[in-house]
């Protein structure tokens, strides 16, 4: 029988992708979220690549009684957790809410999960639990540190979760600690669409690209990297995605408690990033090197060994499928699902 699977936050990015991926490894996977820093239209779109009736449940992750009644109606076999505020900068603004909201939030959940006897999660976590790494690529054995209050509400969740595994027999737990995540369901139809000015690269160059944005400012040109600019591990949501159905696939089969990295291993510049973004697009990507962003850190990309040695996971998708799903999310939606 197929297993039902709740994805808290699934309207967002990475969750909307990995709705994809679960349907087609045959889980039954259903849908929580506020729409706090997503849109509706997301759930429409889904029907139309799955071409499957979608089961949501509009609600917060905080409300207790809700969260016992999905369990209830919906014979849940485990949760992916997505649900949480993610923005660094924000959260340095606003730190309470990012408290409330993915510490408390993640705890609401795990107290419903308990009485309802539901044992199996995978949770989103970050590699800004990382801090800032000595050397790179980072493997999971790394120290772990935070530098923001997001980074402490990953590195907290992880340690409670540890803590919830060790106390009581049964649990099954998965902390994906994602790299970054970028471009988009090959369809065009669903991708990143971040609310106001996108803080992260990716979203930043594609609206540079359709003309929403005059040029990008590559934040530092002085880094001890092979050009001088930030190099990063990209990871393709939909390779991101599949790394979820992995992770799960591994808690039911060998259960226990995994901590992964998901990303590609190799690291690339944010001068590499725009060329190939040139390339894939056939747009002018205009761009001006000004002063290092405050936190940054010069190199950051994964050591995947784990995650293959233990779910037989790896990414697949290169650079320029990256750039060209991007392209096509950005060009066919030039402001978003509001287009
Ligand atoms: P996103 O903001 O697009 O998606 C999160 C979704 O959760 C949104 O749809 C939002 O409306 C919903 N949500 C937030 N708080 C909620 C609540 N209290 N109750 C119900 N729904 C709620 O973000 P994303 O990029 O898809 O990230 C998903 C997860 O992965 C987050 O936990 C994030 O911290 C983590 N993560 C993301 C990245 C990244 O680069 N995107 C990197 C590392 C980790
Ligand atoms: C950022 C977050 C990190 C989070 C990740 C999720 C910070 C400091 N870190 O990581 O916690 O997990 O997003 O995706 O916010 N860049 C530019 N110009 C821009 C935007 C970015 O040059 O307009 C550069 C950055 O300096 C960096 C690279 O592009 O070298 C990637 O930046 P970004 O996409 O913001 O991701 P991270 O900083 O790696």
New binding site residues.
């Given amino acids: 029988m197929k297993k039902n699977i709740l994805i808290?936050?699934g309207?967002?990015?990475?969750?909307s992708h990995t709705y994809i991926a679960l349907v087609a490894a045959g889980y039954v996977p259903i849908i929580?979220?506020?729409?706090?820093?997503?849109n509706p239209i997301v759930l429409e779109r889904l029907e139309r690549i799955s071409h499957l009736q979608l089961k949501f449940i509009k609600?917060?992750?905080?409300d207790s009684k809700l969260l016992g009644k999905i369990f209830l109606d919906y014979n849940i076999s485990s949760v992916i957790h997505?649900?949480?505020?993610?923005s660094v900068g924000e959260s340095v603004e606003k730190p309470l809410e990012y408290y409330d909201?993915n510490i408390i939030?993640t705890l609401n959940l795990l107290m419903a999960m308990r009485s309802a006897n539901i044992q199996t999660l995978v949770f989103?976590?970050?590699?800004?639990v990382y801090g800032n790494p000595v050397s790179a690529p980072i493997s999971e054995n790394f120290a772990r540190c935070a530098t923001n209050p997001y980074g402490r509400s990953?590195l907290i969740i992880e340690n409670i979760l540890e803590d919830v595994y060790q106390s009581e027999p049964g649990w099954n737990i998965a902390c994906l600690r994602?790299f970054?995540?970028v471009g988009a369901h090959r369809s065009g139809l669903i991708g990143e669409d971040p609310l106001g000015i996108p803080n992260?690269l990716m979203p930043y160059i594609a609206q540079v690209a359709i003309g929403r944005r005059d040029h990008l400012n590559v934040f530092g040109g002085d880094y001890p990297t092979h050009d001088g600019t930030g190099v990063r591990d990209f990871i393709h949501v939909m390779d991101l995605a599949e790394g979820h159905v992995a992770a799960l696939e591994y808690l039911y089969s060998k259960r226990g408690m995994l901590t992964v990295n998901l990303g590609t291993g190799h690291g690339v510049s944010v001068l590499q990033m725009i060329q190939a973004f040139e390339q894939a697009s056939g747009m002018k990507v205009s761009y001006k090197i000004v002063n290092r962003r405050p936190g940054d850190v010069a190199e950051c990309w994964a050591d995947t060994t784990l995650a293959e040695q233990k779910m037989g996971w790896v990414a697949r998708r290169s650079l320029q499928e990256i750039c060209e799903d991007a392209w096509r999310w950005q060009s066919n939606n030039p402001n978003g699902f509001n287009s």
């Fill in positions: 808290t936050g309207a967002g990015f990475i969750g929580l979220d506020n729409f706090c820093n997503s609600g917060d992750i905080r997505f649900a949480g505020l993610k909201n939030g989103s976590s970050s590699a800004t990953k994602y970054n995540p992260n």
